[in-house]
């Protein structure tokens, strides 16, 4: 069993934030649009990563 450090919690706080990012997206009607260029998310990529907030051309940024 891995030990739960600060590294674990930011880990987590950077995942919830990204939770947080992808729920206000859906609210507001971007949920599926990549945030740089506006093109559609395909079906297949939001099932690889349903947080993804961008297009393959522009690899989200942190
Ligand atoms: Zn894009």
Redesign the pocket.
């Known amino acids: 069993m891995s030990e739960f450090n600060n590294e674990s919690v930011t880990s987590i706080e950077t995942t919830l934030n990204d939770v947080d990012r992808a729920l206000e997206r859906l609210r507001s009607g971007t949920y599926r649009s990549?945030q740089?260029?506006g093109?559609a998310i395909t079906d297949q990529e939001l099932i690889a990563n349903p947080l993804l907030a961008?297009?393959p051309?522009?690899p989200e940024l942190s």
Request: proline share 0%; charged share 0%; net charge neutral.
């Open positions: 990549c740089v260029c093109t961008n297009c051309a522009h």
